[in-house]
């Protein structure tokens, strides 16, 4: 099973820039869909942006021209570049990995943005 390190987060004032990086571990980087997710206070969790094997990327609609998703599979890591950040973008952002239906998930970030 793969294991997930996410670091990157941090204190932003709306309208900067983030950029989340998961590293991977334990097995086969290239062959997992990847995924990050956010949950903020009281919420539950939603995905942000997803990247398969093949580099297709899909994006929630509230990050679509904001955000985007990256892969380096001979880093083993994940990125999201986060601009123009909302001070609702304020979340912790976790990193999933995806293979024949079982999810393996980071530990997670925190991102907060100050208005």
């Known amino acids: 099973q793969v294991q997930l390190v996410e670091s990157g987060g941090g204190l932003v ?4 820039s983030l950029r ?3 590293l991977a571990s334990g ?3 290239r062959i997992y869909d990847m995924g990050w997710f956010r949950q903020a206070p009281g919420k ?7 990247i398969n094997t093949g580099d297709i990327t899909n994006y ?4 679509k021209g904001r955000f985007t998703i990256s892969r380096d599979n ?5 990125y999201l570049q986060m601009n123009s950040l909302k001070p609702e973008d304020t ?4 990193c999933n990995a995806h293979k024949y239906m079982i999810d393996s998930w ?3 970030t925190q991102v907060t943005v100050a208005s």
């Open 91 to 94: 979340a912790v952002y976790y």
């Open 27 to 29: 097995s086969i980087f």
């Open 74 to 78: 001979a880093k083993n890591t994940v």
């Open 13 to 16: 004032q709306a309208g900067g």
């Open 106 to 108: 980071g530990r997670g």
């Open 20 to 22: 989340l990086s998961c």
């Open 60 to 63: 929630a609609d509230f990050v």
């Open 44 to 50: 539950p969790r939603e995905l942000v942006a997803h």
